[in-house]
């Protein structure tokens, strides 16, 4: 067993650190969070630190990092923002992902370059508003007319509405076959019949998370991303690496959280002494430690697995409806530590909770993950329904 990182992964965090620090400084991070956007600066300098294209093949602009790697450059984002690695996981990781593993060359070849040189992004558009956990009973339609898909229904609750400029679509192509029956599609956001609009989320605010409706829809066939009917099996393998990742940069913005409650309760003084001294202050601080430590190990040998090209689906899904509960509890606690300074806005403890809840909730919640454990670990005969 080697649980040490290689020593240009050790480099590469090191630059991803020295990248954050200079690019995601807290007044810039306040700002986007308080406008519900991102700088344009921002994607600039993702894209000339390659982190805009980090999991993406080189022949389209992207590093081509393995997994591990691209863990290492979330985890550390997330210690100074959460939406900063976020982004890069919807947009680089799942959306442009799925293009990059199914799409058809000329649609690579096209799109891609725009994303891993930061001036386009993507999002992934598969929850409705009547269904989201049951995403194989999704209503969009897509259907053959003409010499194009012809799509109608309504995608809600997505991430990056009103930021991407295309989005991964989910529609059904053949109704009748349920989740076999669903197939995915590039939507360029400037296609006629296309209408958005953004909620005002309490957290993950420059996600921009919103709905998007579809009326006739025309997308030529080149636009069917992987084969007909294969969509639902593409997004849910894709899930299972974005969900690692996001439970990863739960960790990541956790841990910054903690560090800073420790620096607080190292020089703030109570009865005669630094609070640290308390045992209950310090134990506290050791029990989040010790379990975002032995969190942390379960993703990186997630990644570690899908690096392998072992199956990983169990431990992403281990993975996900564990680390974000655990990272929100972590991150209540820090700001209990620090007391009522940390109730603010003007402390970045808050700004954290409220990020970090979202995951809770966004790529499937800890009820389904725990299902697919179930299903993985117990054999499909347990799955409580077909
Ligand atoms: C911040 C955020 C970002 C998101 N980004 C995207 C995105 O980019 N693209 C996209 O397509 N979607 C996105 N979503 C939607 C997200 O994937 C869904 O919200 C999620 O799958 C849950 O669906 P739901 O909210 O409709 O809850 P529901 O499916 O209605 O579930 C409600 C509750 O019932 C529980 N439940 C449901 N079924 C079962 C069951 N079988 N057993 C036990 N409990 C069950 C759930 O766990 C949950 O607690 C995002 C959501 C959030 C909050």
């Not at 020089?267 to 010790?290: C, D, M, N, S, W």
Request: charged share 25%; glycine share 8%.
């Amino acid at each position: 067993m080697d649980f040490g990182f290689t020593e240009e992964q050790q480099l590469f965090r090191a630059s991803v650190v020295e990248f954050a620090k200079r690019e995601l400084t807290p007044e810039k991070v306040k700002n986007w969070d308080r406008s519900a956007s991102f700088s344009p600066e921002l994607f600039e300098k993702l894209a000339q630190a390659g982190l805009a294209g980090i999991a993406l093949p080189q022949e389209y602009g992207g590093q081509g990092a393995d997994s591990v790697t691209v863990g290492i450059a979330i985890e550390e984002l997330a210690k100074f923002d959460f939406n900063v690695a976020n982004l890069i996981i919807i947009d680089n990781v799942l959306s442009a992902g799925i293009l990059a593993n199914y799409g058809r060359e000329e649609l690579k070849q096209a799109v891609l370059p725009q994303i891993t040189s930061g001036k386009k992004h993507m999002g992934i558009a598969l929850t409705e508003p009547h269904t989201g956990s049951d995403a194989a009973n999704i209503k969009t339609i897509a259907k053959k007319e003409d010499g194009f898909y012809v799509l109608n229904g309504e995608k809600a609750s997505v991430s990056m509405v009103g930021l991407a400029s295309y989005f991964v679509l989910f529609a059904k192509t053949a109704p009748e076959l349920g989740s076999k029956g669903i197939s995915a599609f590039l939507l360029p956001m400037d296609a006629e019949g296309v209408q958005t609009y953004t909620f005002d989320d309490f957290g993950y605010r420059p996600l921009k998370r919103g709905g998007i409706s579809l009326k006739n829809v025309k997308l030529p066939f080149q636009n069917l991303i992987g084969q007909e009917n294969e969509g639902f099996k593409i997004v849910m393998k894709q899930f299972d690496f974005s969900k690692t990742l996001l439970s990863l940069a739960c960790i990541g913005t956790a841990l910054a959280a903690l560090d800073d409650a420790l620096s607080y309760a190292k020089q703030r003084e109570a009865f005669g002494r630094p609070i640290l001294k308390f045992e209950a202050v310090q134990f506290r601080l050791v029990e989040h430690y010790t379990l975002l430590e032995a969190a942390r190990l379960l993703c990186y040998k997630t990644l570690w697995l899908r690096d392998k090209g072992l199956p990983y689906t169990k431990e992403a899904a281990m993975c996900k409806w564990w680390i974000p509960r655990l990272c929100v509890e972590a991150i209540h606690d820090a700001i209990i530590t620090i007391g009522n300074p940390a109730y603010s806005k003007d402390y970045p403890q808050e700004k954290r909770l409220r990020d970090v809840m979202g995951i809770e909730i966004g790529d499937g919640t800890a009820d389904i993950q725990k299902i697919v454990v179930a299903r993985e670990a117990f054999g499909r005969e347990f799955v409580p329904y077909k």
